[in-house]
């Protein structure tokens, strides 16, 4: 797989093959009419309205904001009245939904969300979908097992001898690779970055979406091309609020929806307060 990114798409008319949407860091609170939870009620409409051949919604982890079961509920509320024009969710935890009381929050996290274990495959529409999520929680920062390192590595062998894409998402970015994640910026998180990087280079077809930095669509680093070693990785802003290379939180709702072609993914970032696309953060990869 070959990355390129570009800015503008060329025929409109073609229909894609398979299309998602991801959103990240909802940070759910208790308070219905509480910002948060109304930009997750904004999203949801958004794609509701725009997107109804979507597969899934899928979500890179900070559904809630402290990982407390009234919070999943209040979730499960706003899902609940806009469902009707939803495709299904699918996620994987954040530093939030985990905290500290990792003993705790893992299983009600997976009671909550449905999900199978900390981390997950799905095959949808004919293509490999990857969920990776830390196994205890020690802060900002996620810790991935050997044994769940090992499983990555054999899952994504499972299309190595082919181009098409398989997309991987995780709540905390590599460091040095999008926005948010540079030494400076201090918003990286995985203690196998290391590890991991080594798996991912094995497996240049993946395309690896993250949240954690809520740092806006536009600014610079939203897309990593690899740097000719690694693969795609796109990080996903936040529907709750957004963070700026001035270091400032910023009012606000975004994430991303992405189309799969026979040649290329193509990655839209949306305002989901606005309804409209972000200027700027319009992506392609390249197969």
């Known amino acids: 797989m070959e990355n390129r990114v570009g800015n503008r798409v060329e025929n409109r008319a073609e229909k894609s093959l398979l299309s998602f949407q991801v959103i990240t860091d909802t940070h759910i609170v208790t308070d219905m009419e509480h910002e948060h939870n109304r930009n997750l009620d904004r999203a949801l409409k958004d794609i509701a309205a725009h997107a109804p051949e979507s597969c899934g919604i899928m979500h890179a982890g900070d559904v809630t904001d402290n990982g407390e079961l009234e919070e999943y509920e209040t979730f499960k509320q706003i899902w609940d009245r806009n469902k009707a024009g939803l495709p299904p969710l699918y996620a994987t935890s954040g530093n939030h939904d985990i905290c500290d009381d990792w003993q705790r929050c893992i299983p ?154 026979a040649d290329r993914v193509l990655v ?9 696309w972000v200027e700027g953060a319009e992506f392609e990869v390249r197969l």
């Open 268 to 276: 839209r970032g949306r305002d989901f307060e606005r309804s409209e």
């Open 108 to 261: 009600l996290f997976l009671s909550q969300t449905g999900m199978t274990g900390m981390y997950h495959d799905h095959w949808i529409g004919g293509y490999h979908f990857i969920f990776l999520g830390t196994e205890e929680g020690i802060g900002l920062f996620c810790t991935l097992s050997d044994e769940q390192l090992t499983w990555l590595d054999a899952k994504l062998g499972e299309e190595a001898a082919t181009d098409k894409p398989v997309f991987i998402f995780l709540h905390q970015p590599l460091k040095d690779t999008v926005a948010g994640s540079l030494e400076a910026q201090n918003w990286y998180g995985v203690t196998q970055d290391e590890e991991l990087k080594a798996v991912l280079k094995k497996h240049r077809q993946a395309i690896l979406f993250t949240g954690h930095t809520h740092w806006e669509l536009g600014a610079p680093h939203t897309y990593f091309d690899g740097g000719g070693t690694l693969p795609a990785m796109f990080n996903a802003a936040s529907a709750a609020y957004l963070w700026t290379d001035e270091d400032e939180h910023k009012d606000g709702s975004q994430g991303f929806y992405v189309d799969v072609y």
